[in-house]
């Protein structure tokens, strides 16, 4: 038996200088409550929700509950988040009348009962309570529902999906993460024609038009068992994208006409209306920087009876909101995908 210290060097693991996990040995933990605590303060505590709107003015004030669990693993390159959390928010407001006299203040809680891994790709629940149960007070929860609730969810998902990336190990995984090395016989043999032909690239990739610059393009293909003009019609229709989504929706069929959805967080105009082919429209989060607008395309192709496929092209989606987040692209993605096509499917059975 060896003694301590001693033994054979091949079956010793142990921290390389260069911070290497050699053939990922090692199965690495972070403890991260107190990152998400302050992530989650960052982006939830103090901040304005209405600011005029209907003479309105709300705003968040700060956690008052975070607890839970959150914590990241890392084996064999591999990240697993693990998290279940509850949070408190408190919230105010005021309203006013239209020479901006106070009619009456109040507060109230935002709470998330339970944000868990087992759930991460759904939306979690989320109650809003107020103090007081006057007319007045019972306005200020129902604007705080219809556009503080959204804001509450943009957030948990850019931190679900912070998560997903390593959280607070992500910085350090890419610094482990080993370079690779180039060896003599490579780029530095490259033959005179291979030198040439990235010439000739790069000319062509100059030609080319360029992308706008903090903007990106989502595209999907999807596939349902009903009629295009079935589809068509629940995209268009208010009542059944009420039912679908469980959210308050107002929809104008008429080109030129506006629609608010998913209880006012998304916004818009319609550009061009072709029952059972195409929509096009003009979209807008309201968590995004003034003046942005995207534009959604939705073709649908039946072909063959009973089977459609709607084909999406959502342009001049910003890469940050408003406050910084860089998920928007991704969250926007999952939102097309997770609360609108799969609900489709779910609720009028339309699955192939």
């Given amino acids: 038996m060896?003694?301590?210290?001693?033994?054979?060097?091949?079956?010793?693991?142990?921290?390389?200088?260069d911070g290497t996990n050699v053939h990922n040995w090692h199965w690495a933990e972070t403890n991260c409550l107190e990152w998400s605590r302050s992530f989650f303060n960052k982006l939830l505590a103090d901040q304005t929700i209405l600011d005029g709107e209907g003479n309105l003015f709300i705003r968040t004030k700060k956690l008052d509950k975070f607890d839970g669990e959150a914590y990241v693993n890392v084996r064999k390159g591999k990240i697993i988040p693990g998290y279940e959390l509850s949070v408190v928010l408190s919230w105010e407001g005021e309203a006013k009348d239209s020479d901006g006299k106070s009619l009456a203040k109040t507060e109230g809680t935002v709470e998330i009962p339970y944000i868990s891994d087992e759930n991460a790709d759904e939306d979690p629940e989320i109650r809003v309570t107020?103090?007081?149960?006057?007319?007045?007070?019972?306005?200020?929860?129902?604007?705080?529902?219809?556009?503080?609730?959204?804001?509450?969810?943009?957030?948990?998902?850019?931190?679900?999906?912070?998560?997903?990336?390593?959280?607070?190990a992500k910085d350090e995984l890419e610094s482990k993460t080993p370079v690779?090395?180039?060896?003599?016989?490579?780029?530095?043999a490259?033959?005179?024609?291979?030198?040439?032909?990235?010439?000739?690239?790069?000319?062509?990739?100059?030609?080319?038009?360029?992308?706008?610059?903090?903007?990106?393009?989502?595209?999907?293909?999807?596939?349902?068992?009903?009629?295009?003009?079935?589809?068509?019609?629940?995209?268009m229709d208010e009542n059944r994208w009420k039912g679908f989504t469980q959210s308050n929706a107002r929809i104008s069929k008429e080109v030129g006409g506006e629609f608010s959805i998913f209880d006012g967080s998304v916004t818009g105009t319609n550009l061009e209306l072709q029952e059972g082919k195409l929509i096009v429209q003009k979209w807008r989060f309201g968590s995004w920087p003034d003046g942005i607008l995207s534009t959604v395309r939705l073709t649908f192709d039946e072909p063959?009876?009973?089977?459609?496929?709607?084909?999406?092209?959502?342009?001049?989606?910003?890469?940050?909101?408003?406050?910084g987040n860089e998920t928007v692209v991704e969250n926007t993605e999952r939102g097309w995908r997770d609360l609108i096509f799969h609900k489709i499917r779910a609720v009028f059975g339309f699955g192939i």
């Fill in 130 to 168: 107020v103090r007081e149960d006057g007319p007045i007070e019972k306005r200020l929860k129902d604007a705080f529902i219809a556009k503080g609730k959204p804001f509450v969810l943009e957030q948990v998902r850019s931190w679900v999906t912070a998560m997903a990336r390593g959280g607070p």
């Fill in 304 to 323: 063959e009876p009973g089977v459609t496929v709607v084909k999406l092209t959502h342009t001049d989606v910003p890469e940050e909101d408003r406050y």
């Fill in 190 to 235: 490259a033959p005179a024609a291979a030198e040439t032909a990235k010439a000739k690239e790069a000319v062509k990739e100059k030609k080319k038009p360029k992308p706008k610059e903090g903007f990106k393009t989502i595209t999907m293909s999807e596939k349902f068992h009903c009629r295009s003009r079935d589809l068509y019609e629940i995209l």
């Fill in 180 to 188: 690779k090395k180039t060896t003599v016989g490579g780029a530095a």
């Fill in 2 to 17: 060896a003694k301590i210290g001693e033994g054979d060097k091949r079956w010793i693991v142990e921290d390389r200088p």
